[in-house]
């Protein structure tokens, strides 16, 4: 007879991620409608805001080709702030139900494995959190160019978000600022689904006097270096390097924090695990 893995089985990581849906959809369906709903108001202000715009653009006789709808300038940056913003609140709620003494015992005498129930908050609370703000991002932007074009005579200035809105925004042609975007995101998440293992309750709020903290301590060091590498005068000397040496640095700094993301939700899952040995919470 074959022995069942007892650390990931397909079938029994599908039964562990319908419990939590089903015990836990309420709340997870109340933090996508206001997802949703912040962003549905963030796109019909860029709109209204853009109704002076729109109107010099017709009276002046210019046609939509080569025309950028200057309302999606004015989302991307909100959305971006905003996609950081409930990213760490999602990560930060992966293990708040672990801060009652219930939720701690639910969780102890669960049939499912330690990397199963694990997974199955990492794949909610980080990807799936990802596909409910992207799908609510393009749902707000949809209610923005329907509505005002109904209700304005712009439409032919009204246009939805595209992929080279996204790629290139702020003008960034090389695709540099994307990068930052995407993993200051991804560390970000991790660190706050780090903390939610270490502080189930209050978690946001302790993660980030913590990470504070520390981006405070890292400030001061990166200041007195800098202060330490000046001339009499008092200016900073700036090295010269050329393009080969900052593509590598790029690459180094990509590596390291890939690295520093998977260290993160490795330690995340020790931290859970320990909970198959000693309730320490």
């Known amino acids: 007879m074959k022995k069942e893995n007892q650390v990931f089985n397909m079938r029994r990581f599908g039964l562990c991620f319908k419990q939590y849906v089903g015990e836990n959809w309420r709340r997870l369906l109340l933090q996508a409608c206001v997802i949703a709903g ?25 046609t939509i080709k080569g025309i950028n709808d200057s309302a999606i300038d ?23 139900s672990l801060g009652s003494k219930e939720g701690r015992i ?90 939610s293992s270490v502080w189930p309750k209050n978690s946001l709020i302790k993660t980030f006097g913590v990470g504070a903290l520390v981006m405070f301590v890292y400030f001061m060091i990166g200041l007195v270096s800098a202060l330490t590498d000046m001339h009499p005068t008092g200016i900073i000397r700036f090295h010269q390097t050329g393009q080969e040496t900052v593509d590598l640095f790029i690459l180094l700094v990509k590596c390291g924090v890939s690295l520093i993301i998977i260290f993160n939700y490795v330690i995340c899952y020790l931290r859970f695990k320990e909970m198959e040995v000693i309730n320490r919470w």
């Open 38 to 62: 912040t962003l549905t108001i963030v796109a019909v202000c860029a709109g209204l805001n853009e109704l002076g715009w729109y109107r010099s653009m017709l009276e002046d006789g210019e």
């Open 74 to 96: 004015n989302e991307m940056p909100f959305f971006i702030m905003l996609l950081m913003g409930f990213g760490a609140i999602s990560a930060s709620l992966a293990f708040s």
């Open 106 to 195: 639910r969780a102890l005498v669960s049939p499912f494995s330690q990397f199963e129930k694990y997974l199955t908050r990492w794949l909610i609370y980080i990807p799936g959190f990802l596909l409910v703000f992207f799908a609510s991002a393009y749902i707000a932007d949809a209610i923005r160019v329907i509505s005002f074009s109904l209700l304005t005579p712009y439409s032919e200035f009204i246009h939805f978000i595209g992929s080279k809105d996204i790629f290139e925004f702020n003008s960034d042609t090389d695709g540099v600022a994307f990068n930052i975007y995407v993993f200051t995101f991804l560390f970000v998440q991790s660190i706050f689904m780090l903390g």
